[in-house]
């Protein structure tokens, strides 16, 4: 029987929407009794795994300046020595060190009127991965997670959620979600992970398996069960990943030259490309990290360096994945945790800065071409349209189709929302 048979399913600008899909099934099948509800649910996440969303977050570990990146202010006092560039958008300019990303803006949207009142490193980091503040009673779930579990395919060879690179890595974790959806590392792009290798023949391997599992059952009897079983969980995964020919994803090697040279000779550049990679493969969510902002000291310096490490993966994996058809379905965030001081410092440098900073988003339905919101000349206030923490990841739900208000339950009974506030800014889909 067709259960779809006579019946509309409401198909938003993105694909297929997940609320249509629910209330045109639970009208039909539901109602006849042909599916309980927790067959409904299971449907509709694999319809939204058949949609093959993905999303990319370029974090800036370390809070880059707005004045720096994409909101240059040369005329303020405070302006240093940064020059405004023009870009493929008339109208619009960022700061120079950033030429590549400008022959990309059409396809870019910037947000210049990020605010917020996290100014501590950890506490921002948190609450930018997570969309909550840091709490002693709970381990909020990173949005990463949160979106490998609703929309990443736990059965695939590859993990769902993938984190690259070094940086500040607080807070990227599953939480109370639980191992399933925990981040696999990968250290050094362009390098196999660790522990996989192909100089250990399969069977040997699955013989060393089947000796841990003989150690890990003595274990359970005398009362060790719920670790064995989180252990078992994890080297299942990491079995599944080695022994499947999807492991060759972490190779690079297998690109041209002229590809590799693009994205960069950069630990990030080759995390941008290992991103495309990934995703392209079907992994869910990918963060790479780069540190290095925080720039108490010699920021025009450090920025300068630290831009020709990002311009050409950021600009190039933007148009790597529109040239592969692949970036109206991959949304990719570039952001820190907040940004830096309009005034400059005796070491010539900026401070932390949540009240102001940027954002810049592209891909997954985005309109490019852009600029959302606006700060004073100086720089120093939110003037036009303020774009809070949970606006922008309630705005990664929206592209990814995810629902936001969808509550999992803490470990101490508590409902909690994927993303709790905030609401999408429909001008980046208008």
């Known amino acids: 029987m067709n259960l779809f048979h006579h019946q509309s399913v409401n198909v938003s600008r993105h694909g297929f929407s997940r609320r249509g899909f629910l209330q045109t099934l639970s009208a039909g099948a539901v109602a006849a009794g042909a599916l309980n509800f927790r067959d409904v649910m299971s449907l509709q996440a694999e319809e939204l795994r058949k949609q093959g969303m993905s999303m990319i977050l370029l974090w800036m570990a370390g809070g880059p300046s707005h004045l720096e990146t994409f909101d240059p202010k040369p005329e303020a006092e405070n302006g240093g020595p940064t020059e405004a560039i023009d870009t493929t958008v008339p109208g619009i300019q960022i700061a120079n060190g950033w030429e590549k990303t400008a022959t990309m803006m ?91 290798t192909s100089t250990v023949p399969h069977p040997r391997y699955n013989k060393r398996l089947g000796l841990m599992k003989r150690l890990e059952g003595e274990f359970a009897g005398r009362g060790g069960a719920t670790n064995v079983a989180d252990h078992g969980t994890v080297y299942g995964k990491a079995s599944k990943l080695v022994l499947s020919p999807d492991v060759e994803v972490f190779d690079l090697e297998s690109e041209s030259n002229e590809i590799r040279a693009a994205y960069g000779n950069s630990n990030f550049g080759r995390g941008c490309l290992l991103a495309r990679r990934l995703v392209e493969t079907g ?60 005034k ?66 803490s470990p101490l009974g508590r409902p909690m929302k994927i993303v709790d506030g905030g609401k999408p800014v429909e001008q980046l889909f208008a």
Not at 170 to 195: C, H, K, R, S
């Open 106 to 196: 059409q396809d870019i949207a910037l947000i210049r009127s990020m605010t917020n009142k996290e100014g501590n490193h950890r506490r921002a980091t948190y609450q930018m991965h997570t969309g909550y503040v840091p709490s002693g009673s709970v381990k909020h779930p990173a949005l990463g997670s949160n979106i490998a579990r609703e929309i990443g395919n736990l059965d695939a060879a590859l993990p769902s959620f993938v984190t690259v690179g070094g940086g500040r890595n607080d807070n990227t974790g599953a939480g109370f979600l639980g191992v399933d959806y925990e981040p696999f590392a990968v250290n050094t792009a362009g390098e196999m992970p660790q522990n996989v």
């Open 283 to 342: 992994v869910t969510f990918v963060e790479v990290r780069h540190g290095g902002w925080d720039t108490h000291k010699d920021n025009f310096e450090r920025v300068k360096k630290n831009a020709s490490d990002v311009d050409p993966g950021f600009a190039t994996l933007i148009h790597d994945l529109k040239q592969r058809g692949m970036l109206d379905k991959t949304l990719v965030v570039w952001a820190g945790e907040f940004g830096r001081t309009p």
């Open 344 to 409: 400059i410092n005796a070491n010539t440098g900026r401070d932390h800065y949540p009240r102001a900073f940027n954002a810049a988003i592209a891909g997954g339905g985005i309109k490019g071409g852009q600029v959302i919101g606006k700060t004073s000349d100086d720089g120093s206030t939110v003037e036009e349209t303020p774009v809070t923490v949970p606006d922008l990841l309630q705005t990664v739900c929206r592209s990814l189709n995810v629902e936001s208000d969808k509550e999992n339950m």
